[in-house]
């Protein structure tokens, strides 16, 4: 397995829904110390790594994924719950989860119609899924609001899905590629380079843990960045150009045009080093650089990304779009470092 997957699949494992990255990210920090790479936290809960004093180029990514949080606790005992990002229902039904409480305690559950059964609900496949329509089924013996009280469990709560990792001909299949597919190749790149030679560079990687509700990227960078290169997913489907085993450069999304300078260098590299690419218009996305210019940084932004195939449902990219990824990176690091 390449190094880069088996980072991935270890971040894949630590559950990081929006507001709740804090083992995440640590492991993340510790990963990089151990290799010699400085690391520090923002106020606001972002982890920042680099090693030279005053880094102008910020490479991007998140950590958070969608989930859900514990809305009530129904009268037969299971729960109602709430949305963390762009979850999207069906695909989610039938999937398994942990519910955290703030105690700390762990509890199993599963994703469900209300009513699931077909042999006494004949409309089961005809309800719309959403959230008055599901609830989570608690693995506990369970039959009333006050016994799982006593468990702890209480709203606002996280709940995490299981991210069904599996590598098979290359592919990696999993929830929550978005982001942390990116996150993988981030760190994968720092290991690669090395402690002493990203002394040398002005560059810093920025792991974020808001992106998916919308404002992980609007602060906390160095006061000396220039430009802000987002490492989030490609998207693959029709009317798009993305695939699994290649870069996309995204040229525009639901916010905008990226900056003209920076897309057409990335484009320029990857056509020089032959890194399998794509340029791309994204129909329905924002990124971490959208909101960076929204909250009025005065940077440079563009947006690259693997492959991934059904984003925010059971996702899939390839090894090959991973590597295209960090191989751009880091062509665009070293031209504009001259190195």
């Known amino acids: 397995m390449e190094r880069v997957v088996e980072i991935l699949r270890e971040i894949l494992e630590i559950p990081s829904p929006?507001?709740?990255?804090?083992?995440?990210?640590?492991?993340?920090?510790?990963?990089?110390?151990?290799?010699?790479?400085?690391?520090?936290?923002?106020?606001?809960?972002?982890?920042?790594?680099?090693?030279?004093?005053?880094?102008?180029?910020?490479?991007?990514?998140?950590?958070?994924?969608?989930?859900a949080m514990v809305r009530g606790i129904l009268p037969n005992g299971h729960l109602s719950f709430t949305?963390?990002?762009?979850?999207?229902?069906?695909?989610?039904?039938?999937?398994?989860?942990?519910?955290?409480?703030?105690?700390?305690?762990?509890?199993?559950?599963?994703?469900?119609?209300?009513?699931?059964?077909?042999?006494?609900?004949?409309d089961a496949s005809k309800k719309e899924r959403k959230e008055e329509n599901m609830y989570i089924r608690l693995d506990e013996l369970v039959e009333k609001k006050e016994e799982t009280e006593k468990l702890g469990i209480r709203p606002g709560d996280f709940i995490a899905f299981d991210p069904k990792f599996e590598y098979v001909n290359g592919f990696v299949k999993a929830h929550f590629l978005d982001d942390k597919a990116s996150a993988a190749v981030m760190i994968d790149l720092?290991?690669?380079?090395?402690?002493?030679?990203?002394?040398?560079?002005?560059?810093?990687?920025?792991?974020?843990?808001?992106?998916?509700?919308?404002?992980?990227?609007?602060?906390?960078?160095?006061?000396?960045?220039?430009?802000?290169?987002?490492?989030?997913?490609?998207?693959?489907?029709?009317?798009?150009?993305?695939?699994?085993?290649?870069?996309?450069?995204?040229?525009?999304?639901?916010?905008?045009?990226?900056?003209?300078?920076?897309?057409?260098?990335?484009?320029?590299?990857?056509?020089?080093?032959?890194?399998?690419?794509?340029?791309?218009?994204?129909?329905?996305?924002?990124?971490?650089g959208s909101a960076a210019l929204r909250a009025g940084w005065d940077v440079r932004v563009a947006l690259i990304g693997q492959g991934v195939h059904a984003s925010h449902g059971m996702e899939r990219t390839h090894v090959k779009g991973m590597l295209a990824t960090r191989n751009l990176i880091r062509a665009y690091i070293e031209d504009r470092s001259g190195s």
Request: hydrophobic residues 35%.
């Open 83 to 122: 949305r963390i990002g762009g979850l999207h229902l069906p695909a989610f039904e039938g999937e398994y989860c942990t519910i955290i409480t703030r105690s700390g305690k762990k509890f199993r559950g599963t994703l469900l119609l209300k009513n699931p059964s077909v042999h006494v609900n004949k």
């Open 190 to 288: 720092m290991l690669d380079l090395g402690a002493e030679t990203l002394k040398k560079l002005p560059v810093a990687f920025f792991f974020s843990p808001y992106e998916e509700v919308g404002h992980g990227g609007s602060a906390g960078y160095p006061s000396s960045m220039r430009e802000l290169l987002v490492v989030d997913m490609g998207v693959v489907g029709e009317g798009v150009a993305g695939k699994e085993t290649a870069v996309s450069i995204a040229a525009k999304d639901s916010s905008g045009p990226y900056d003209y300078e920076m897309t057409t260098r990335l484009i320029e590299l990857a056509e020089k080093h032959n890194i399998p690419h794509v340029v791309d218009v994204f129909p329905y996305y924002g990124s971490d």
């Open 18 to 67: 929006t507001g709740y990255t804090g083992e995440v990210l640590a492991h993340i920090e510790k990963k990089l110390n151990e290799a010699g790479i400085n690391t520090h936290y923002t106020n606001k809960g972002a982890l920042l790594a680099y090693n030279h004093p005053e880094p102008e180029l910020i490479i991007a990514g998140h950590v958070d994924t969608l989930g």
